[in-house]
């Protein structure tokens, strides 16, 4: 189906429009994805990493991984998707964005209303007594540099204030996700493989509610076979294309 027809089947005036977002929206930033072929890093898939157990193994090694990605960070800028999301928050018809993204490239490009249900990779915290500290900076992201100590517990090493596997997520953060979905009319899925959960489960609640589900990916996930709508395509260039006729359309 055409874009032009998708967007005439979006029949409300002012429509209530959620975002999912997964690491594809950050790939034109040149953030790599983590299920992609792009993915690994050494020898290693995310899921042997972004675990409490890995971290209990091998500190030294996780952080290592977390400092090569925060460098790639340190350059990345957000893109022309970012920028679309921003437009849908201006003017008035996006509720929220729920992002999977741990960057905080959302934040920079001025989106105002977000959960980030991952956390974020810019801060690190101390595991006893839940001091946090900013560590997006060249030096801490350098490749050979001892752990980060808490200042407060002395032998407590900080770790990166993300959701690894097998955690819990946030529970404030879980119920804006909800609460925010749960009011969508349009609920747009952007770049995410859909296979971590719970945030996978959303777009199935939004089309419970009766959401409009519109996907934006360059393949078919198992997201795809529930969606009203699936856009193929790298969204950096589908979404600015789909929110500028949206919007035009509503003017
Ligand atoms: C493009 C593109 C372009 C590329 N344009 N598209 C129920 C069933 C089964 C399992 C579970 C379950 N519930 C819980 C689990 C276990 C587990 C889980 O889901 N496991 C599955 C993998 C089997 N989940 C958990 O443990 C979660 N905890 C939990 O559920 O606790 C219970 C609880 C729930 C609710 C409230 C309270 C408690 C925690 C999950 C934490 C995930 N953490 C990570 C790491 C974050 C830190 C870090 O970055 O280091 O989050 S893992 C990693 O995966 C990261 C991502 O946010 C997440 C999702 O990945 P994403 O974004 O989808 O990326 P990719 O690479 O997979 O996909 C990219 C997509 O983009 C692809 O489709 C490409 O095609 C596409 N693409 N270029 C458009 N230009």
């Given at each position: 189906m055409s874009l032009e027809s998708i967007i005439e089947n979006?029949?409300?005036?002012?429509p209530r429009i959620v975002s999912v977002i997964g690491a594809g929206l950050s790939k034109a930033s040149g953030m790599p994805t983590f299920?992609?072929?792009?993915?690994?890093?050494k020898k290693y898939r995310a899921e042997e990493l972004a675990t409490p157990y890995a971290f209990s193994r091998d500190q030294k090694l996780v952080w290592e991984w977390y400092r090569f990605r925060m460098r790639m960070l340190l350059r990345a800028k957000p893109n022309p998707a970012h920028n679309a999301l921003k437009k849908l928050e201006e003017k008035n018809i996006a509720i929220g964005l729920i992002t999977q993204?741990?960057?905080?490239l959302h934040e920079i490009e001025g989106?105002?209303?977000?959960?980030e249900i991952h956390g974020r990779i810019r801060y690190a915290r101390c595991m006893n007594c839940n001091y946090s500290e900013r560590w997006d900076n060249e030096e801490s992201a350098q490749e050979e540099i001892p752990l980060p100590y808490c200042p407060r517990c002395i032998d407590s090493v900080l770790r990166p204030d993300v959701v690894w596997f097998g955690e819990s997520l946030d529970s404030q953060r879980w119920e804006k996700a909800i609460n925010w979905t749960n009011q969508a009319s349009v609920l747009l899925v952007i770049?995410?493989?859909?296979?971590?959960?719970p945030v996978a489960s959303l777009p199935l609640y939004a089309k419970q509610n009766k959401a409009i589900v519109v996907e934006f990916n360059v393949e078919e996930t198992p997201?795809?076979?529930?969606?009203d709508y699936s856009i193929y395509g790298p969204c950096e260039k589908t979404l600015p294309n789909f929110t500028s006729k949206l919007i035009k359309k509503l003017e």
């Open positions: 979006i029949t409300d005036t002012k299920r992609g072929e792009d993915g690994l890093w993204n741990v960057d905080g989106i105002k209303n977000f959960v770049g995410t493989s859909g296979v971590v959960q997201i795809s076979s529930f969606c």
